[in-house]
Structures are given as structure tokens and as C-alpha cells.
């Protein structure tokens, strides 16, 4: 044709950043929601969520989204939830007070008057998590307090990878792909610093209980995965004690994600929510690396009024108890960390691996020896000693 015509032609096609993965850990510990009800409610949470949502969608038609909730005793999808789950949503829907007509796609109905995907998000989110809500048993919340903050991490590093790998195979058989972000291919999995391949994976953990201590080795081990990955854990701490999770901003740290906690003592705002949101999590890793973004070290340090090199909280939690410590006692052989109270200390015998360690003295109390007096020399005084070390004095008749 350009032979013909004389014109020159292109094929069409679209350049820019790869897609987005965006996939948000939301934390519905009632304890922790009953604690921030005066000034901050899951669902008021929930609605700047959505617009949190929306805008990452509206950034690029081929991003994507993911919710899973932190649940007390189990992880939960909210988004996307598989068929058959949405087919139940869609059957009990109420249609809305505003009298909007719906749309039918398969089995889902959605709002005509709001753009489809806004909608899609909007509906199967709020309709899974009242049917999470609804079916939680009272009883199994007097068992925990905390969140299943680790299973959640699991399921959304399991996602990612799932998700990668299907865009990856799309993408090396598509003779014209939509995207063509290659990078070099010296780029270096281990460096933060090196250009970013593929679908571009995030995790925004929105955290409101207090303790992880007991999932102290799962969300470690989540944590060094998504390091590997490459995947960014972002979190929005809002528990209401007045130290954030130290797992969560080590987890921020590790990852090169985005840790930020409000300043205490004030309580969390939810008119602050959203533009907190969208200024601080809203971008991906690529649009990050044009940005001056704050640091977990930076937003902890805001938070609790120190240095930012020390601000992270870089404690551990003991393998025998879950519990967090400051000072650990760590097997060489397994580096398992034990506390003074468990009987490692006093036996000696790891209790994960089972080697005989050698503490030697470790632990016992010291011996006092008394010490012996000096003896006073002959011939010193007060004035100084008797070798004649001090200021020499100046001897008359040579000057
Ligand atoms: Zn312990
Ligand atoms: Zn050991």
C-alpha cells in the first residue's frame, strides 16, 4: 500500500508503561474497627477505598485490581470473586434508591449510570464483604483478636504470580502486543534499581489491628517473597496504639514500598483519607521513580518525632512464645530467635533444630575477686615522684 499510495504508513500501535497490578489487603478486624468507630468507620474506609480504586483504574484500561480482606480467623476475596459467587451476588442485589435502570452482562447486573468497571468493583466489593460480615460466627471471634494479616499477604503474592505469569504468556504470543516496554537485558532481578519487565505487581495492606507477633514467621517469609518478586508492599497503618506494627514497616522497608502511619496522638481523620491516599499510594512503581516519594524510614520518623535512620521499628518476635522482643538469643545453625524466658538459655538446645549449642559463660553471674591494695613506694610525696620525670627546671649559669 505505501508502494502504491506513496504515504508512509505505521502500524498502530500503543507505547507506554506496562499495566498495573494494584492488590489491596483490607484489614476487617472488628476489634480493631470497634476501637476506631468514633472517629473512623469500615465503611467510611470502605468508600474512600473505592475512589482510591477508580482513580487506579482510570490511570491506564489495562491496570488491574484485587481485594482481599484480613479477616480474624481467615482470608477472604472481596475482588474479584469467582463466578458462581458473583451469580449469588447478582440475584440478591437491590436494585438502587435512586431508581438507576441496570445492565445485564452474563450473570452480574450493574448500574447504567457509572462507568463499567467503577461499577463492576463497586458492587461484587460491597455485596462480598456484607456476605463476609454476615456469615462471620461470633464465636470465632472469642478465640483471636488479631487479623490473618499473613494468610492474606499469601494469597495476594499467590495472586501476582498467577496473574504475571498469564500476562507474560499473552504477551510472548501476541505477535503485536499493546505494550512495548522492553527492558535491557542486564536487568538484575536483586537490584531495586534495575528497569522493571512485565506486569507491574503492588500490594496496599490497609492495617488497623494492633499485634502481628504471632504470624511473626508466615509474614516474614511473605515479606522476603514479595522481595523477590519485586513486588511493593505499601501500608496505611491506622491501629490505634501508639507504636505502629514493626512487621509492617519492616515490610515496607524490605520491599521498597511506602509505610505511613498518622501522627500520634491524634486519631486517624477520615476527611484525610483520601487525599492520603491518593497522594501517597495512588502511583506504581514506575511513575514512582520520577517522584519524590517518602520513605518508610521518613513517614516513621514523622510519625514518632526521631531520626529517620532509626525511625524503623526493627524488632523480632520470638519463635517460642510470638512474642515481640528487644533482646533475641539466635540459633547459628537455624536462626531461630528464643527469648530469656524459654529454656534455650538455660539448656542449651535449640528447640526448632535441636543442636546442642555452646553458651560457655553465658549467663552466669561473675566472680568477685577483692583486689589488693598498693603498696606505697619509698621516697614519693606529694610533689611529684622521686625519678625526676617532671618539668626539668632551668639550671642557672648557662643561659
Ligand atoms: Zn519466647
Ligand atoms: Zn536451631
Known sequence: MNAIDGTERQEASSEGPPPALLVIILDTNPYAWTILRETITLLDAVANLQIFINAHLAFSHANQVAVIASHTDRAVWLYPTPARTRKNISNGAVPGPDGDTSISNGNAVYNSNKYKPFAQVEEELMASLRSLMSTTDPSSLESTTSTMMAGALSTALCYISKTSE???????????PSYTYDAPPTADPNDPNSPLTGLQSRIFIFSVST?????????MNGIFAAQRLRVAIDVLSLNPSTSPSAFLQQAADATNGIFYAPPRPNPPNPIA?????????????TSRRAL??????????????????????????????????TIGYVCSICLSIFCEECGVVRDGVCLTCGTRLRL???????KVVAGRKKKKRGGEGEGGTASGSGTPLATPGLG
Open 166 to 176: 498469564a500476562y507474560n504468556a499473552t504477551r510472548s504470543t501476541d505477535p503485536n
Open 211 to 219: 499485634s502481628l507477633a504471632t504470624q511473626y514467621i508466615p509474614l
Open 273 to 285: 483519607l483520601l487525599p492520603t491516599l491518593l497522594s501517597l499510594f495512588v502511583h506504581d512503581q
Open 292 to 325: 519524590y516519594m517518602p520513605t518508610a524510614a521518613a513517614t516513621s520518623a514523622s510519625s514518632s518525632s526521631s531520626t529517620a535512620s532509626t525511625a524503623i521499628n526493627f524488632q523480632a518476635a520470638c519463635f517460642c512464645h510470638r512474642r515481640t522482643v
Open 360 to 366: 560457655g559463660r553465658y549467663g552466669r553471674e561473675p
